[in-house]
């Protein structure tokens, strides 16, 4: 195996893999909830801001040019899952102002700096002390990006089926998934407590 094929398949499996990188499924899941499969372009959107605010400090910290303790990020990382859980849930109903930019492109960008902390961390680990770290750096943040677009796929499917086929109102899907996303999260933020 190649190492692009190596490290993309240890991206897609990090967030992919529901035991260890749930946080992460949780903050894709909850920054979708708002939206249905019609509203894919704002999805893609919202999925790109997230994927460049993670990328910048992907490739920062694992280059070891900013540094932030591993306790300290992996607090402030379900509080920006219940940050954007709370946001749903105070939104107006289907509430999509016709700006071209949206609060919660702001938000995605900035909440995936502090996501990109997360994963640098794993990735620090698997590298050591390489020296060459842009092939895997590159292919580890498009292993991600893959993981993460499968999980909207689902997401937006399963938004489907549930809203447009058995006719769940759009206010409740989107209530029933952000609270339950913002109590799981503050579990996660009492269990990573720093102080």
């Known amino acids: 195996m190649s190492e692009f094929g190596l490290y993309f398949g240890m991206g897609k499996d ?21 939206y249905t499969l019609h509203d894919w372009r704002r999805v893609l959107i919202l999925v790109t801001a997230f994927t460049v605010g993670h990328s910048i400090t992907l ?14 990020v992996e607090f402030l990382i379900p509080l920006t899952i219940f940050l ?8 107006r109903e289907d509430y999509f102002p016709e700006r071209k930019i949206q609060l919660n492109y702001a938000l995605a960008l900035f909440f995936g700096l502090i ?11 698997i590298l050591g002390k390489s020296a060459n770290i842009a092939v895997p750096l590159l292919a580890f943040n498009i292993g991600l990006e893959f993981g993460q677009i499968v999980i909207v796929l689902l997401f937006l499917a399963s938004c ?18 952000s609270s339950a996303i ?10 990573a407590a720093f102080w």
């Not at 990188?21 to 909830?33: E, K, R, S």
């Not at 954007?84 to 939104?91: F, L, P, Q, R």
């Open 14 to 34: 990090h967030i992919l893999d529901y035991s260890g990188g749930y946080d992460h499924i949780l903050f894709v899941v909850v920054l979708c909830a708002i």
């Open 59 to 72: 490739a920062l910290a694992t280059l070891r040019i900013i540094s932030v303790r591993s306790d300290v």
């Open 84 to 91: 954007t859980a709370g946001s749903n849930i105070m939104k």
């Open 115 to 125: 996501h990109g902390l997360g994963f640098s961390n794993y990735l620090r680990e």
């Open 160 to 177: 489907f089926i549930f809203v447009d086929l058995f006719g769940v109102s759009r206010r409740d899907w989107r209530l029933v998934i």
């Open 182 to 191: 913002a109590g799981i999260s503050l579990v996660l933020m009492k269990d």
